[in-house]
């Protein structure tokens, strides 16, 4: 590299880091997203906690209409990182394995999954309920309402 090209290179670093040294560093405005359009990750996280405790999941499977005691013989949950057992249970899933109308399905891939979204309520989906494995080939299969099965 010539002299020439060697100052012009330092002078056009020192110019840009003047001008970041004067800008405000707006990943960290935690003025919201009204003020602002970048977003702050902390915050977001800590308005929306992911976990939830042993009340809440029964309060959602009572709503949905289990026997809370019998749904939770057949529970397995995965504790959130932040809990602290044996003083805090905090869980950030769960799986229940046993569906209304069908019962116990402990020894498959059909389950309630149990998690908390951004509305502050645990909700349930069903895993696994309605695929078969069609013979021979890799094509999905769908029970229908009717019993019938279909692949493809």
């Known amino acids: 590299m010539s002299k020439q090209h060697t100052t012009a290179a330092i002078i056009f670093a020192v110019i840009i880091l003047l001008v970041l040294a004067v800008m405000p560093a707006q990943a960290q405005d935690i003025g919201g997203a009204v003020q602002s359009d970048a977003l702050y990750l902390p915050q977001i996280a800590w308005t929306f906690p992911m976990w939830f405790t042993i009340d809440e ?74 695929m078969v494995q069609s013979a021979g080939t890799d094509a999905p299969c769908y029970t229908e309402d009717d019993g019938e099965v279909t692949c493809g």
């Open 57 to 130: 999941l029964s309060q959602a499977q009572a709503d949905a209409g289990y026997d809370v005691d019998e749904a939770q013989m057949h529970t397995n949950c995965t504790l959130d990182v932040t809990a602290v057992p044996p003083y805090l249970y905090r869980f950030s899933e769960c799986k229940q394995y046993f569906i209304l109308g069908v019962g116990p399905t402990e020894g498959t891939d059909h389950y309630i999954l149990w998690l908390k979204l951004n509305d502050g309520k645990v909700h349930s989906i069903e895993v696994g309920g309605t």
